[in-house]
């Protein structure tokens, strides 16, 4: 026993250093996998009160950029707006007391909300960003997030005031996502080498694709309504071996200037997600 | 102004600069990563205890980590320097005693090709090793090798500049003052 105080003692530097090796690359591993942060909580109130100060500089010299992109996506709105409803059969109604409903009887699919980017990076091998708002103005994990140009990514932590949000330039980025003219489906990912390109794959090779076409959100993908735009196909990788097109894509937005976004919620996607899983559980 | 003050303002500065400046930059390529941020791990003063050298430098990586969202992967590297600092300062000072005659490493204090040797190593120890903990993730070897390589060029002419626009006055101590 004395032997191994001994001992302890005597090495007591590398011991110290191998237990705080361990308690780091604990947080890392146990971070990376469960998109869970041990410490975010806190961290992401005081980060983003510093990049918040920072933003309000760098904000100033983007106005009138901004100014014309909100402009751009308004007019695009007013066109869309009953886009954002689902119109069920009317001959059968049932009567329910909650806010989702309007005075038409249409379902509410999608809410948005805007907020400010306040943290931004796009040079590291997973690029998020911050927004002000939070879990207190109804921000949750896996919301999507959207630009006023196209899709910008997806919830991944939330604090009481701010938010995380993965971009397009994050390696576990995966977005269903069609081609516009012909309807095809595939996802979109980021390999991690250029922030001006990402990647969509499994599109077949009987598809046409011809370089500039758009590619848009599909109706599968759960946290975007459909038809939004993600990028135009800037190059065709016809690989031999396989019979699926890789596509290299410019993504619409933006990403080393965003400033306003949108977040959408997709409200009945817990009641789609449930539905699913009953049935699964039936088929098993 | 004592060493403590000193070595606050350092850290908040250093961590500001790396994440508001050289993280902001638009990458050149994705081997070449601006890092400059570890020099103050390679600053901090001889007489400082190995164990609260590691503390230091593990809350230094960790606050690093807050910003970038990736916690724990500079908090590794930084202690990693910290604890084979010790070793690599033994190894390259030129008299005995230089430790006790100078506040912290330097050219002045090491001389300039003891030190160049101390920033190579502990520069290349802290990229490969930030590196190879990203390359479990992802990437192939030739990543591995490529971005140590170019980060390690890129960070090292960063110290360079850094050493040359601030350059830090290292007074002789002896016991009789």
């Known amino acids: 026993m004395r032997n191994i105080f001994l001992f302890i003692r005597r090495y007591f530097n590398f011991v110290f250093f191998v237990v705080l090796q361990i308690a780091a690359l604990y947080i890392l591993f146990h971070y990376n996998k469960f998109h869970e942060a041990v410490f975010s909580g806190v961290a992401?109130?005081?980060?983003?009160?510093?990049?918040?100060?920072?933003?309000?500089?760098?904000?100033?010299?983007?106005?009138?950029?901004?100014?014309?992109?909100?402009?751009?996506?308004?007019?695009?709105?007013?066109?869309?707006?009953?886009?954002?409803?689902?119109?069920?059969?009317?001959?059968?109604?049932?009567?329910?007391?909650?806010?989702?409903?309007?005075?038409?009887?249409?379902?509410?699919?999608?809410?948005?909300?805007?907020?400010?980017?306040?943290?931004?990076?796009?040079?590291?091998?997973?690029?998020?960003?911050?927004?002000?708002?939070?879990?207190?103005?109804?921000?949750?994990?896996?919301?999507?997030?959207?630009?006023?140009?196209?899709?910008?990514?997806?919830?991944?932590?939330?604090?009481?005031?701010?938010?995380?949000?993965?971009?397009?330039?994050?390696?576990?980025?995966?977005?269903?996502?069609?081609?516009?003219?012909?309807?095809?489906?595939?996802?979109?990912?980021?390999?991690?080498?250029?922030?001006?390109?990402?990647?969509?794959?499994?599109?077949?090779?009987?598809?046409?694709?011809?370089?500039?076409?758009?590619?848009?959100?599909?109706?599968?993908?759960?946290?975007?309504?459909?038809?939004?735009?993600?990028?135009?196909?800037?190059?065709?990788?016809?690989?031999?071996?396989?019979?699926?097109?890789?596509?290299?894509?410019?993504?619409?937005?933006?990403?080393?200037?965003?400033?306003?976004?949108?977040?959408?919620?997709?409200?009945?996607?817990?009641?789609?997600?449930?539905?699913?899983?009953?049935?699964?559980?039936?088929?098993? | 102004m004592s060493d403590l003050v000193r070595n606050t303002i350092r850290f908040v500065l250093f961590i500001l600069v790396q994440y508001y400046v050289l993280f902001q930059i638009r990458p050149l390529h994705q081997f070449v990563v601006p890092y400059v941020y570890f020099l103050y791990v390679l600053w901090l003063p001889f007489s400082m205890g190995r164990m609260s050298l590691l503390l230091v430098s593990f809350v230094f990586g960790l606050t690093l980590d807050y910003f970038t969202q990736t916690p724990g992967l500079h908090a590794a590297a930084c202690t990693l320097i910290a604890y084979v600092r010790g070793f690599v300062v033994n190894i390259l000072i030129p008299q005995e005693g230089a430790e006790q005659n100078y506040k912290s490493p330097s050219p002045v204090s090491m001389g300039w090709a003891p030190y160049a040797v101390y920033v190579l190593v502990l520069t290349l120890v802290h990229h490969i090793y930030l590196v190879f903990l990203e390359w479990l993730q992802f990437g192939s070897f030739l990543f591995f090798l490529g971005k140590v390589l170019a980060t390690t060029g890129i960070s090292l002419m960063l110290i360079l500049i850094t050493e040359l626009l601030f350059f830090r006055k290292e007074k002789f101590r002896t016991n009789t003052a």
């Open chain 1, 44 to 284: 992401n109130e005081l980060t983003g009160n510093i990049g918040g100060k920072y933003t309000n500089v760098t904000y100033y010299f983007h106005l009138k950029k901004t100014n014309d992109d909100l402009a751009k996506e308004n007019e695009e709105l007013r066109n869309k707006l009953l886009a954002n409803f689902e119109r069920p059969d009317t001959t059968q109604k049932i009567v329910q007391d909650t806010i989702p409903y309007d005075t038409l009887g249409h379902y509410r699919k999608y809410l948005y909300r805007s907020a400010r980017v306040v943290n931004n990076s796009v040079s590291l091998p997973n690029n998020t960003f911050t927004i002000n708002r939070g879990e207190n103005e109804g921000i949750h994990k896996n919301m999507g997030v959207i630009s006023p140009t196209g899709v910008a990514g997806v919830v991944i932590n939330t604090s009481n005031n701010y938010a995380v949000v993965m971009s397009l330039l994050h390696r576990q980025t995966k977005i269903s996502a069609s081609l516009k003219k012909t309807g095809e489906t595939g996802k979109v990912l980021w390999d991690g080498t250029s922030p001006l390109y990402v990647t969509l794959k499994d599109i077949p090779k009987s598809a046409q694709v011809v370089k500039g076409d758009s590619v848009v959100t599909s109706p599968y993908a759960s946290h975007f309504p459909p038809g939004l735009l993600i990028g135009t196909v800037m190059d065709i990788v016809d690989d031999k071996t396989s019979s699926f097109y890789t596509l290299r894509l410019k993504p619409a937005t933006n990403f080393f200037n965003v400033q306003f976004v949108m977040v959408v919620e997709n409200l009945l996607k817990d009641e789609q997600a449930k539905l699913e899983e009953e049935t699964n559980k039936i088929n098993q």
